[in-house]
């Protein structure tokens, strides 16, 4: 698996989110049809952070070498982080199928990136190349 395409997709897409959330919480508050309050827009401005966060390192990491037991704490957070959401999505449209778009593509994307987390997580890298 060529962990360098999935770390930089893994940051584009974390950072592009990072990036809406930190700048535009009230917009997407609006969008999600959510009540505007300061602390609403304290926990999204603070949840941009954290997935800007999560991005930048994904993408200094990406030209390392990532599995089995490399870089083992990188590979651990992402499967982490996106296995617990994707259960989290799975939960929300197990419950109501006729969900957003948004969160159907969501869910999506982040059972894609637990998988392919999951994979690097406890494969060694050099496997692959044999």
């Known amino acids: 698996m060529n962990t360098k395409i999935i770390m930089t ?6 950072g592009t989110v990072g990036i809406a959330l930190t700048f535009m919480p009230d917009a997407l508050l609006n969008y999600a049809n959510m009540e505007e309050s300061e602390t609403a827009l304290l926990l999204i401005q603070i949840l941009g952070a954290l997935y800007f ?7 200094m990491s990406k030209g390392s070498l ?12 992402n499967m982490t ?3 617990i959401g ?3 999505l799975v939960k929300v449209l197990m419950s ?6 948004l969160i159907w593509v969501t869910g999506v994307i982040y059972a894609a990136f637990a998988v392919c987390f999951g994979i690097i997580l406890f494969r060694h890298p050099l496997a692959e190349s044999k």
């Open 96 to 101: 109501n199928p006729n969900a957003s778009h």
């Open 53 to 59: 966060a999560f991005a930048m390192l994904n993408w």
């Open 66 to 77: 990532i599995g089995g037991i490399y870089n083992r704490p990188v590979a651990v957070a």
């Open 86 to 88: 994707g259960l989290a």
């Open 81 to 83: 982080h996106f296995l």
């Open 9 to 14: 997709l893994a940051a584009v897409i974390l």
